[in-house]
């Protein structure tokens, strides 16, 4: 319907494949798989290995509009990362070998849903995955604190992964099309680990809220605590000792208290 719709007003499709191109997915751009033809493609990163290259592929109506001098880059046709490029190309077989590692992919996490509640969602196409971590899977509240802790779990047992989303967290997943199928399981058994260990830490959180509540409180999280107040502070409020005029702040502690504070 969108395309529909950008075709009825005379609206470019543009398809940002600069993370999701070059196989990332599985076919050379993941647009293909929707079966959408944009009128230009971004491409870069996954081209070279690393190297500066990237692409603005378009129709032919469209990349011969601008005038001489109006397309440019700092790293236009560099020679050694084209190079790369064309050696990456001739190497591997990129497509086949990202389709290969979702489905590695899927094989060993598909029960991971099952086992760990703090996980609302697994998507993803080929090497390209990404897992959700929710509090409450009905509210799809963040667990945007967990996330980091399994990530540092992570970490400390030499496996190196990042956080992406709104919230931060999503476990995002970019695995190497060079990486070995060893490689691949000894990462996710690392990532599983740690998955397990952040459960089992929350479900022993659950069990003791539960029993200082007497069981009547399901559910219930202890709530963040509030700040407090640093630096300086506004005229509106008075330190513990009610001091309101500058010759008497001189003389007693730093310790504030809003107006209305049991202090």
Known sequence: MICRTCRDNGILIIADEIQTGFCRTGPLYACEQLGVEPDIILAAKSIAGGL???????????????????????FGGNPVACAAALEGVDALQLSERSLRIGRLFESITQDWPERFPLIGNIRGLGATRAIELVRERHTKEPAEAETRAILAACHRRGLVLISAGTFGNVIRLLVPLTATDEQIKEGLGVLEDALAGEHRSLSRSDANQNMQFGG????????????????????????????????????????????????
């Open 216 to 263: 009547q409180r399901e559910g219930f999280r202890r709530p963040e605590p509030k700040p407090r107040f640093t630096g300086r502070i506004p005229p509106i409020y008075r330190n513990s000792r009610g001091a309101k005029s500058f010759r008497q702040r001189r003389h007693v502690s730093h310790s504030w208290a809003v107006p209305g504070d049991s202090k």
């Open 52 to 74: 500066p290259l990237a692409a603005v592929t378009g129709r032919a109506e469209i990349m011969d509009s601008p005038e001489p001098g109006g397309l440019g880059g700092t």
